[in-house]
């Protein structure tokens, strides 16, 4: 199954909701496109106004600089993958096929994609968030944006995702921390696998499933849950 939604955004993102104009719509677009190719720090207003045939002016009437455009798109992508995990987990009543289809999702290997306005390409997304994603909050003025909620989309989706675990282990007390380094690694083996495969053990078959199995392993191995005092681990009667 297919269908559409508008994703709402936090509107102090932007001086002007680039998703209201076709301009607008292409800065974005177009954005994403080469911030995954550059990386934030060569990517420039300038350098996306000459690709768009505008005026760098007309960018800033839409984004006050660079970063706010990177954390609209940070934040899209991560509320479109709630929407998914929401919309594919609704009919499942089991917790554990619940993490098979949030697994999947976060893999990009989920049958029947939930797409959004504007026409991102995902795989470019997905690329963006490996490369950038932590660019957004490392920064000297985290707490500022933090406290203008950029980071909702983010949070929303690991608590999710943390209260899928709890459903499997109430008693573990580190589902959020389980669900973040889950949402990195994700991504980071899948970088890893394609670029840097001497640091996976799937570098060679380049089979996204082995990732799929690997995180597996390492949600339901976290979630047996033996608790860890003063150094000393103690064994679950």
């Known amino acids: 199954m297919t269908f559409q939604l508008q994703i709402q955004m936090n509107e102090k993102l932007f001086l002007r909701d680039p998703a209201g104009s076709e301009l607008g719509k292409r800065i974005i677009g177009q954005g994403a496109i080469m911030l995954e190719k550059m990386g934030l720090e060569d990517f420039t207003f300038k350098k996306l106004a000459a690709e768009l045939g505008t005026n760098e002016s007309s960018i800033y009437r839409y984004f006050e600089n660079k970063h706010r455009l990177l954390l609209y798109l940070v934040g899209w992508y991560w509320r479109w993958m709630e929407y998914q995990i929401m919309v594919n987990t609704a009919s499942k009543n089991d917790a554990r096929s ?4 949030i697994l999947r999702i976060l893999l990009h290997q989920q049958e029947g994609d939930v797409l959004g306005e504007p026409g991102f390409d995902k795989k470019v997304l997905r690329n963006l968030i490996t490369k950038e994603n932590a ?4 920064t000297n003025h985290v707490t500022q944006d933090n406290q203008q909620l950029f980071f909702k989309p983010y949070k929303d989706v690991c608590a999710r995702i943390a209260a899928v675990f709890s459903e499997i282990n109430p008693k573990f007390p580190y589902c959020r921390s389980l669900t973040s380094t889950i949402l990195e690694m994700a991504h980071h083996q899948h970088f890893f696998m394609h670029n840097l495969p001497s ?7 380049k089979d996204e ?5 690997f995180l597996k392993n390492l949600i339901y191995g976290s ?7 003063n150094g000393v681990l103690h064994a679950q009667n």
């Not at 499933?209 to 199995?213: D, G, H, P, S, W």
């Not at 979630?223 to 005092?229: A, E, G, M, N, T």
């Open 135 to 138: 660019k957004s909050y490392l």
């Open 223 to 229: 979630l047996q849950f033996k608790p860890v005092s």
């Open 209 to 213: 499933k082995e990732i799929f199995n």
């Open 199 to 205: 640091l996976t053990d799937f570098g060679q078959t």
């Open 98 to 101: 619940k993490i098979d289809v």
